[in-house]
Nanobody, 124 residues
């Protein structure tokens, strides 16, 4: 079993930056990929980015590519989402997720473990 806890959300002005953290416990952290998803009311949870268990491979949604960066510190059991040049449309609840597999994935179905979410609000 894996437990994930996000932190770092908040209110930021458009153009600003924010870094989300996700601490993990349970299963060996480096053995599984992690992802970030986001959700706004009335919409499905949306893929943001993913990083493989080793940290060597990352992938991003087109909407955040070039602005967001995922990284992980396996020694600290923590994954990060650095968000720059934030836009009002980035406003959402952001979720950290743990995959069933070591390789990175964009597929919601590949993720078995989810954090409680952290709110990010970008004001215009």
């Amino acid at each position: 079993q894996v437990q994930l806890v996000e932190s770092g959300g908040g209110l930021v002005q458009a153009g600003g930056s924010l870094t989300l953290s996700c601490g993990a416990s349970g299963r060996t952290f480096s053995s599984y990929a992690t992802g970030w998803f986001r959700q706004t009311p009335g919409k499905e949870r949306e893929f943001v980015g993913t990083i493989s268990g080793s940290g060597a491979i990352t992938a991003y949604a087109d909407s955040v590519k070039g602005r967001f960066t995922i990284s992980r510190d396996n020694a600290k059991n923590t994954v990060y989402l650095q968000m720059n040049s934030l836009k009002p449309e980035d406003t959402a609840v952001y979720y950290c997720a743990g995959s069933r597999y070591g390789s990175s994935s964009r597929r919601y179905e590949d993720y078995a473990y989810w954090g409680q979410g952290t709110q990010v609000t970008v004001s215009s």
